[in-house]
């Protein structure tokens, strides 16, 4: 099924790994056939997320960033497609429609059940293989281990959330996820920022990654931050394009944020 790595790894070597779990854009045989002209242009991407987080590697920080679209499966769900936010539209683990709730296939040829499966154990269960065998080294290394999900998303989706979303959206799923010692700094950066909004456990507070690996009592923290796209493209619509100033400002802003993880002591 597969020709493209699931995913791309660069390892770093200090305590803290980046995770882009919606950045690709690469679709298996045969599915771009099956897909509406609106799910084709894949509009729910991360745009981007590799020039955001360019200076990682400056940092020693290791990036795991998925190469397949999110349409194919969402790594950002469990398993079991449970839901994450009750009371709001659940975008899926093999999504059938997009942010907006129009239609990704056209009718009647949406994976079945058992083509989930298939692509569960090609995609879902090697990345996440990757993530868990990553964090276990990190913490072997250095005692404790950081996770950093990495997205974006468009800042106004009525069909997801009321109003505008603010520029920066940082979720710890609601403290469970890290220590506050290790969030609290960061969003002392943040402060600094006036140019930019931002929240703490708003309307996201971490997806399936934050929760599942967020277990500082065993050593495990995340945290999830969501931008809005608007803050680095010039557009939020096809083909979405990417402003180079805005760009080189926001991957200026993360790696203040992510410096603060990697000297982060618990």
């Not at 955001?52 to 950002?76: E, F, K, P, T």
């Not at 769900?77 to 449970?82: K, Y």
Request: net charge negative; aromatic share 10%.
């Amino acid at each position: 099924m597969t020709k493209l790595p699931v995913f791309s790894f660069t390892r770093g070597d200090a305590p803290v790994l980046v995770t882009i779990p919606h950045a690709g854009t690469a679709l298996i045989p045969g599915m771009a056939k099956r897909m509406t002209e609106r799910g084709v242009t894949l509009p729910d991407t991360d745009w981007y997320m590799e020039r955001l987080y360019a200076r990682s590697v400056d940092l020693g920080v290791g990036v795991i960033r998925a190469n397949y679209s999110r349409y194919v499966i969402d790594l950002n769900r469990g398993a079991d497609d449970s839901t994450l936010y009750p009371g709001r539209p659940k975008t899926g683990l093999v999504p059938e429609f997009t942010f907006d709730g129009e239609a990704i296939y056209r009718d009647g040829i949406a994976p079945d059940e058992s083509e989930i499966k298939v692509r569960q154990s090609a995609f879902w269960q090697p990345y996440h293989d990757a993530v868990a065998e990553e964090l276990s080294r990190i913490k072997s290394r250095w005692g404790w281990a950081v996770l950093w999900d990495g997205h974006s998303i468009c800042d106004e989706i009525p069909r997801l959330f009321e109003g505008k979303l603010p520029d920066l959206n940082f979720g710890t799923n609601e403290g469970a996820s890290c220590a506050p010692s290790l969030i609290a700094p960061i969003m002392s950066q943040v402060e600094q920022h006036s140019d930019y909004t931002h929240v703490l456990n708003g309307r996201f507070k971490g997806g399936y990654t934050t929760r599942h690996y967020g277990r500082p009592e065993e050593g495990f923290h995340a945290i999830q931050l969501e931008k809005a796209q608007s803050i680095y493209l010039d557009r939020q619509s096809a083909p979405w394009p990417c402003s180079e100033t805005k760009t080189q400002a926001v991957a200026g802003l993360v790696s203040t944020f992510l410096q603060q993880a990697v000297q982060w002591r618990p």
